[in-house]
Structure formats: structure tokens, C-alpha cells
């Protein structure tokens, strides 16, 4: 896709906006490198892909992502001899943990999701070496004492050393002739060994060795020789700790490399299923529907909300809504000129189109109402706004025009090209003329084309363009404000004069003003204004008949969705209900309210209920809380 338009069109914003519904780092991280396809075969992937993750939501909630973090770049770094922090191992295994709990949340899917499905099967068994992490690695880092029965026996005696040594100073800090010889009554650190803080005028009261003096030489810190013995010990098992902690983590680091790469897989197929679920949790927010795409480049969405007002309106919090627009191209035409006063309406139009057709090639579906259809463009081109380059010194009308040529090498039959303003920012006339000849070039090539103009010679165009049609921004006289709605089919006014009265223009003024209208121009508009009137006609007949056809195909739609809902509600209940009537002692289950596993104790079917050992500890389980774990699907597949 076109770089400047995807820019001008604001889609990394729309990115930021789907960021917020990702459920961890893993998610959002692939949103940001999400790129609109321009491949029919992978858009319908990508659609369908959030489709079902749509209904996973709405079965089963969102998947158990909890604790997962992009650790790929530990994992990669993991060489035989070389390893990571205990924070690191603990996030490794966090993560690991994760894979676990989402392969039960997938496998318990419905089988018809089978995008889901697939994702679930490029993540492998992780359970033993999430276990072996968390049995050695605390959340702080800390390897635990149990993490070995070596390291447990050290530490133990490295506890039981710092406790005798304790004992020592205890007693000589509350023996009256020690007292008397130290600085402050207490005793303090050098390094790994306690020591008393000593004056140097007695020295020789206190045996023992003397570690540092202080900088006044005033006071001299001995280690007594009665706990030399024991702190030189208390050392020693420290270096045993730390050989052993380092052997831990180096048999830490071998596991997780000899499964690096099937742990990079699940890594990123937990990436994707984040990013799916905050398509999925964007669409439902937001009342999002599906586009259905067009093999025959059709446009046609119904009720489209720009994305990011939508956005903005909710972080006000003052109930405004944004109006939603109809628009159409390829069906009897193929370029739509928009013009009407210039007020902003024309350009919002314009984005929410662009906008639309970005969201729905990067696989998300749209604010806008059922029935909605896009075709797969192969590239988006925009030119709006104030463009100029101060750089190379260039008007705004040659940085436009410039902007437009490049459009016209790259734009092709399979192009949308939306351009604000056309002709603006230099003699109309000229700018007409030269507006007629770049649409003449896009209809040429049948290139599905938005423009907007406020020039009235471009107004007419339209009307003598077999594949062309006019629409307005509608214009509230009494606010001096567009309303937003679009009126395909009639030519829009500029309103100045309007907006002249409004603000206080004298009425001598104005119709100074009126006479100054060239009788070109009102031969013009009278034109337009009859051709208007009899198409407004023939245009609420189609709109009539169209809405009662999407209302009918919605009303199906909806009845057809929830019959299959109903279907697979209904056949995971069956299924679900013949797993539970075979349940014994001994079988392995997940618990949905406790995401864990845990061992069937008996069953009470008439209390609808299960005992269930959950690690050391036995639960009453209701049983409409038992699922399939992820292991015994896997056998069954």
C-alpha cells in the first residue's frame, strides 16, 4: 500500500486504536507491524480468521492469555553455556504456562472454527518444562531452596552458619567489656562477614582480624577470631550456591533450547491469536459488521462511521454521535464528485471510504451496517490537505498537482483514488480545466475514483459522464454547519452567500453580491437544480426499495446466524454432556473458573458435581465447570 496515504488516511492511529484491545505485549506488538493485503485470497483468510475468533468470543469468552509476553528474543538468545536472568527464566516460563491454558481454551472451541483449531495445533506441549520453571524460579528471580535438594542442603547450612555467627555477636555486643571498647553498640557488615565497629585506642581488647579502618582511622572494623571460622564456612557455601544456582540455570538453558524452535512457533501463534482477539473484541465494541468483498469492484457501504471520530466522540463523553454515510461506486458508475460547502464534510467522506477499505483489507471488520460490500483494491492513493513543500518551494496548488501525477503513474483499473478539493489553489477556470483532464485520465482507465470540488464546472461534469455521479454534503443553513450526510446523486452548493447573511452581511451587500453572478452561472445552476429534483425522485424510489431489500437480507442474515449459533451451542452441549457421563477416578480435567487442571476424585452426577484434586488440595467442583483438557483432544485427533 501507498506509504503517504496510509499516512494522510491516519491508519496507524485506526492500529493504535485496535492495540488498546489486545490482551498482552505479544499482540500489540504484531498490530504494529499490520499491513493492509492487496490479495483477495488472504483478505477472505484474514475476515474469516476474525469471524471465528468473533464467535470464540462470544462462546467461550477470551482466551487465557494472561501472563504471556513476547519472550522470543530470550529464547533466541539461549545458547548451550550461555543463559538467561531468573526474571528472564520466570517470564520464559510464564509464557510457556500460557500455551498450556490457551490449547485447553481452543481445543473446548467447536470444530467448524478450524482457523482456531490450526493455531492450537502450532502450539506444542509445554506443560513439563512451564513446571520444571516455576519449581526453580521465583517472580522476583530468586532461584527457590527447592529447586534442587543440593541447593536446599547449602542453603540450610548457610542459614544455620549466619545463625550461630549471629549468636556470637549477640553475645559479645552485650558483654560489658566489649561494649565499652566499640564506637556504636552494635555490630555491621564488611563485605559478606560481620564485624565490630572497634576503637583503635583498644585494639588489642578485641582478637581477631581487622577488615577496614574507617577514614578517620578512628575506628577499626574486627572480624573476632571465635567467628572467623564460621563466616570463612559461610563463603564457601556461598560459592557452592552459586555453582549450583549456575547449574540449574545452565540445565534451564538447555531445555528451552532444545525445544527453541517449536517454542518460537506457539510464540508467535500466541502473537496472532492476541492480535485475532482484539479484532474480534474491536468489532463487537463498536458494532462492526463484516464487508462482504466484490469480485467486480463494487462499493457499497451502508451507515460507515469514521473509525477514529467514533473514537473521539466516546472520549468525550458528551453523547455525540457520528453520522453515518452511504456511498457507492462500480455498480452505474465508477467516480463519485463530491461537492457542497467547505466545511470539512467532503473530506471526512473521503477518509471514512479510504479508512473502510484499509481496515477491511487488514482483516478487521468496519463500522458500518450488514449488507456492506468492498472490492480488494490493489492500492489506495489519497491526496488531501495542505501537502505543501516548503523544501522545494512549491504552491499548494503544485505540491496537489504533483501529489496527483504521481497517482496517475501508479494508479491502475484495480485502484482507489481519493483526491480533496480538485483544481483548488490557483485560477478556477485553469483549475477546472486541468481537473477535467485528471478524470478524464481516471475514468479512462476505470479506476474507481472519490473526488471533491467546490468548482461548479466540475459539478457538471458529472452529468456528462456516462460512469460519473455527483453527491452533496447536506448543509444546515440555520448551525452554518454540513451535516456530514451524503446525498449521492445531486451536486452540493457552495453556500456563500448563505453563509454571508448568516453572519451579518448587509442586504445591500448582498444583493450586490447576487448581481455580480454571472447569468453563466445562474443558466447553470437552474440546470442543475431541475436535473437535481427529477433524480431526488427517482432516488428515494431506489433507496426505498434498496432498504427494504438490506432489511429483509439483514432480518435472514440474522435469523441464519443464530440458527448456526444455536447448532453449535447445541452439539458442543451434546459432546460436552457424553464427556462428562464417562468421567472416572483418574481422569485428567480442566477447571474453566480455576484455568487448571485436575484429577477426577468421584463423581456425584445427582448434586451435579465432581471431587477433583487440584495439586495437594481436593475441590467440589460444579461440573458445568469441568472442559476437556487440551491433551486428551489431542489424543482423540
Excluded at 90 to 100: E, I, K, N, P
Excluded at 495 to 508: D, F, T
Excluded at 598 to 619: D, F, P, S
Aim: aromatic residues 6%; glycine residues 6%; charged residues 25%.
Amino acid at each position: 500500500m501507498d506509504p503517504h496515504s496510509l499516512d494522510k488516511l491516519e491508519f496507524e492511529a485506526v492500529k493504535s486504536v485496535l492495540a488498546r484491545h489486545a490482551r498482552c505485549e505479544l499482540g500489540r506488538k504484531l498490530i504494529g507491524h499490520l499491513q493492509p493485503a492487496n490479495r483477495e485470497k488472504l483478505v477472505h483468510l484474514w475476515l474469516e480468521e476474525t469471524d471465528q475468533m468473533v464467535q470464540a468470543l462470544a462462546l467461550s469468552g477470551p482466551p487465557p492469555l494472561g501472563g504471556a509476553s513476547d519472550v522470543a528474543g530470550l529464547v533466541q538468545r539461549i545458547q548451550p553455556g550461555s543463559g538467561l536472568s531468573g526474571e528472564e527464566f520466570y517470564l520464559v516460563g510464564q509464557t510457556l504456562r500460557a500455551t498450556h491454558y490457551v490449547q485447553a481454551y481452543l481445543a473446548n472451541l467447536p470444530a467448524e472454527l478450524v482457523h482456531l483449531h490450526q493455531l492450537g495445533e502450532r502450539i506444542g506441549d509445554f506443560q513439563a518444562l512451564a513446571w520444571r520453571i516455576d519449581e526453580v524460579v521465583e517472580a522476583s528471580g530468586r532461584v527457590k531452596d527447592t529447586a534442587s535438594e543440593k541447593l536446599l542442603k547449602i542453603r540450610t547450612a548457610i542459614e544455620d552458619h549466619r545463625r550461630r555467627v549471629r549468636k556470637i555477636f549477640d553475645r559479645l555486643v552485650r558483654t560489658p567489656s566489649v561494649v565499652k571498647v566499640l564506637q556504636y553498640p552494635n555490630w555491621t557488615f564488611q563485605g559478606d562477614r560481620m564485624v565490630l565497629p572497634v576503637s583503635a585506642n583498644y585494639r588489642q581488647q578485641i582478637p581477631g582480624i581487622v577488615h577496614r579502618s574507617s577514614d578517620s582511622g578512628a575506628t577499626l572494623f574486627i572480624e573476632p577470631s571465635e567467628a572467623v571460622e564460621l563466616n570463612n564456612a559461610i563463603i564457601q557455601f556461598g560459592q557452592e550456591e552459586q555453582q549450583e544456582v549456575s547449574r540449574i540455570f545452565w540445565e534451564l538453558s538447555r531445555l528451552i533450547h532444545l525445544n527453541r524452535d517449536e517454542i518460537l512457533v506457539a510464540i508467535r501463534a500466541l502473537a496472532r491469536l492476541d492480535m485475532l482477539t482484539a479484532k474480534a473484541a474491536y468489532a463487537v465494541k463498536r458494532r462492526c459488521v463484516r464487508p462482504e468483498i466484490s469480485r467486480d469492484g463494487l462499493v457499497r457501504l451502508w451507515q460507515a462511521r469514521h473509525p477514529l471520530l467514533v473514537e473521539l466522540f466516546d472520549q468525550e463523553g458528551k453523547g455525540r454521535e457520528v453520522v453515518p454515510i452511504d456511498v457507492r461506486l462500480g455498480d452505474d458508475f465508477d467516480m463519485l464528485v463530491i461537492t457542497g460547502p467547505n466545511t470539512g464534510g467532503k473530506t471526512v467522506a473521503l477518509k471514512t471510504v479510504g479508512l473502510m477499505v484499509l481496515m477491511a483489507q487488514a482483516g478487521m471488520f468496519i463500522p458500518a451496517g450488514p449488507g456492506s460490500v468492498l472490492p480488494v483494491f490493489d492500492n489506495v492513493f489519497i491526496d488531501v490537505g495542505d501537502e505543501q513543500s516548503l523544501q522545494q518551494s512549491l504552491s499548494t496548488f503544485s505540491s496537489h498537482l504533483t501529489r496527483i501525477l504521481h497517482i496517475l503513474r501508479c494508479a491502475t483499473p484495480s485502484s482507489l483514488v481519493l483526491i480533496d478539493e480538485l483544481g483548488a489553489g490557483t485560477d478556477p477556470d485553469e483549475g477546472a480545466a486541468i481537473g477535467q483532464a485528471i478524470l478524464d485520465e481516471l475514468l479512462g482507465r476505470k479506476t474507481r475514483a472519490m473526488v471533491s470540488t467546490h468548482l461548479s464546472p466540475l459539478k457538471s461534469y458529472a452529468y456528462r459522464r456516462p460512469r460519473a455521479d455527483n453527491a452533496a454534503v447536506e448543509f444546515d443553513p440555520q448551525t452554518l454547519r454540513a451535516t456530514y450526510r451524503l446525498h449521492i446523486g445531486e451536486p452540493g452548493n457552495s453556500n456563500a452567500l448563505i453563509i454571508a447573511e448568516h453572519l451579518g452581511a448587509s442586504k445591500r451587500l448582498l444583493e450586490r453580491a447576487r448581481g455580480y453572478v454571472s447569468q453563466r452561472v445562474k443558466a447553470f445552476q437552474q440546470a442543475i437544480d431541475a436535473a437535481v429534483g427529477s433524480r431526488r425522485e427517482a432516488e428515494q424510489a431506489r433507496r426505498l426499495a434498496q432498504a427494504a431489500e438490506h432489511q429483509a437480507r439483514q432480518r435472514e442474515q440474522e435469523l441464519q446466524s443464530r440458527i448456526e449459533q444455536v447448532d453449535r451451542e447445541r452439539e458442543a452441549y451434546r459432546r460436552w454432556l457424553e464427556w462428562v457421563n464417562s468421567l472416572k477416578a483418574g481422569q485428567r480435567v480442566f477447571i474453566r473458573n480455576m484455568r487448571r487442571e485436575g484429577t477426577v476424585v468421584r463423581m456425584e452426577l445427582h448434586k451435579q458435581q465432581a471431587l477433583v484434586n487440584v495439586g495437594r488440595l481436593a475441590a467440589e467442583v460444579p461440573i458445568k465447570e469441568l472442559a476437556e483438557p487440551a491433551s486428551v483432544e489431542e489424543a482423540k485427533g
